[in-house]
């Protein structure tokens, strides 16, 4: 017995490597963040987190309460209410299923509900698909959620705990949202290493809503019905809370290195092969795969183009990507996603870029959109060949385009 503790004490303080899918390390972050309460619905690609959840429950690893709801919206339902009386929480979803819950979606920023989800980045039926597009977890992109996409397992796991220590910070308290690709990482394997937990336990403070649980030796009103009196002030302080989110964020990435000794530079944004280069594509979430091999080849070629992925969509870096981007002659925005109707057709991503270059002081680039990989469909090296030559053609003053389909089957 003694030898068995003195095992569990060491693997306590010792840094493990195992061979996971992103979905799974977001199970093990739930894990070692000791997290209260976990719902649970099952919609693909998501449904591979809950599984395992469950294996960790039953193998008595997780102790959590785990419900399993009767749809999407009770799932979300259930795990607000729990974070509103003290319970650190966990749920999800994928596609339709997280328009289903649109209604707790939007009450749970606006109730500073500190709420970590992840979403399974999925098509929108119909057409039924599996595969990964961005405009599910986008469509609460102005409600008060942070966003943040991630393209490993690695990844999904740190950004995991990050988003903990984020939302349940005091100046914040608001519901974070990670965006993990589906198949493409929800499903694939890597090797992961899962830090010791009490190097999780120095980084990630239980949580504390202070004086604002909801109990009964605590009378406080949640949801009330304010009307005109108070609307316009409530939205105020959630504004307040949003723009607070960008130190606290750029605190908790310093903090993590600190403690776990890995480091992911700018929080923000990843740059690859920017140093010095001409052009530039960008993207979210595991977009950066296909993109690096691509780059790396073109380099030999003698083409200087490198890849700017953006991690956080909300908060946006505006200030920060505008200085970035306006060092280069072009910018391609590759979107996994669409905004029919909106300005010139454009992606979502693209929108946003186009907004903080022309907002900010210096030079202001053309930007190409290029909506690619929808459903699922493969970003492959010709496609990314193809973006690159109109960029180029756009750094050289001639007219593009500014969004074009690629991909498409002839």
Known sequence: MAQMVETLEQQHKTDETALITGSEAIAVACKLADV???????????????QYVSKLVSHGELDCEYIVAEGEHSQFEIVKHA??????????????GWMYAMEALTVTPALRIPMVAMVGNRALDDPGAFGVEHNDALTVRDLGWMLVWVDTAQEALDTALIAYRVAEDRRIFLPCAIS???????????????????KVNEFLPRYNRGDLLLHPDNPITVAPQVNEDWVMEIRRQNYAAMERTTAVIKEAYADFERIFGRSYGNPFFEEYMTEDADIVLMGMGTLSIPMKVAIRQMRKEGKKIGFVRLRWFRPFPAEALAKSLGRFKAVGVVDRDYSFGSPYMSGVVTHEVRTALYSAPGPKPPVLCFICGLGGREVTLPD????TESV??????????LTQWIGLRE
């Open 392 to 401: 180029y053609q756009a750094a050289e003053g001639k007219a593009q385009p």
């Open 83 to 96: 974070s509103a009386v003290g319970a650190r929480v966990f749920c999800g979803s994928s596609g339709v």
């Open 384 to 387: 990314i060949t193809r973006m």
């Open 36 to 50: 209260d309460v976990i719902t649970a619905y099952p919609i693909r690609p998501y449904d591979t987190v809950m």
């Open 180 to 198: 993990c690709d589906g198949a493409f990482l929800t499903h694939s394997q890597a090797l992961v290493k899962i830090p010791a937990q009490e």
